[in-house]
C-alpha cells in the first residue's frame, strides 16, 4: 500500500482551502501528474516541479493548469 502523495511542497490554485479545477480536465491532469510522480519517481515530486518552472518560464502567461500538461508532458517523455 502506498503512502498518499503530499501536496504540501506545491503551490496549487485553491478555493476556500480546497483544490480549485475549473475544468474536469484540470483534475484529470492534476491526477495524471500525481500517478506518475507516485509511480515513475516514487513520489519525488522534484522531477514534476523542475518541469512545471520550466514550463511556466517558457511561456508566463499560459494559463496555469495548461502549464500543468505540458509539464507533464515533458515529464512523461523524459521517462526511460
Given amino acids: 500500500m ?3 502523495l503530499s501536496l504540501s511542497g ?12 475549473d ?4 483534475s484529470t491532469v492534476f491526477a495524471l501528474a ?3 510522480i507516485e509511480h515513475a519517481f ?6 514534476f516541479r523542475q518541469q512545471l518552472i520550466a514550463a511556466i518560464a517558457a511561456q508566463p502567461g499560459r494559463p ?8 507533464l508532458e515533458a515529464l512523461v517523455q523524459a521517462l526511460p
Fill in 64 to 71: 496555469y493548469w495548461e502549464s500543468w500538461t505540458a509539464a
Fill in 2 to 4: 502506498s503512502t498518499p
Fill in 42 to 47: 516514487d513520489g519525488d515530486r522534484e522531477p
Fill in 23 to 26: 475544468a474536469p480536465w484540470q
Fill in 34 to 36: 500525481a500517478a506518475v
Fill in 10 to 21: 506545491l503551490d496549487l490554485p485553491r478555493r476556500n482551502g480546497e483544490l480549485a479545477f
